[in-house]
């Protein structure tokens, strides 16, 4: 199994940074794409940034430019490199992973607990 921790929230003003981080643990070794999702208040859960086993990235639209996925492997931590934040970037970030599990070839998804950014003058 995969356990994620994320931390990094906080409260930030706009046009501030903020660096979010993803602690995973467990099977690391079964890890296929990480992925950084956001929830806002009453709204779904959206997808913000994945990077795949191969580096390849994708980023919503709405933070294309302004946010960027990377993961040090060293330490087995995802980040989310957050510049230029607007308030409708307020949510609680939730780390995504995904893998198949070697012995049975089934798919696995795991979630962090969520870490809240508020992004407020």
């Known amino acids: 199994q995969v356990q994620l921790v994320e931390s990094g929230g906080g409260l930030v003003q706009p046009g501030g940074s903020l660096r979010l981080s993803c602690a995973a643990s467990?099977?690391?070794?079964?890890?296929?794409?990480m992925s950084w999702y956001r929830q806002a208040p009453g709204k779904e859960r959206e997808l913000v940034a994945e990077?795949?086993?191969?580096?390849?990235?994708n980023y919503s639209d709405s933070v294309k430019g302004r946010f960027t996925i990377s993961r040090d492997y060293a330490v087995n931590t995802l980040y989310l490199q957050m510049n230029s934040l607007k308030p409708e970037d307020t949510a609680v970030y939730y780390c995504?992973?995904?893998?198949?599990?070697?012995?049975?070839?089934?798919?696995?998804?795991?979630w962090g607990q969520g870490t809240l950014v508020t992004v407020s003058s």
């Open positions: 467990g099977d690391i070794f079964s890890i296929n794409a």
């Open positions: 995504n992973a995904d893998s198949i599990a070697p012995t049975t070839g089934r798919y696995l998804e795991f």
């Open positions: 990077l795949t086993t191969g580096g390849s990235t």
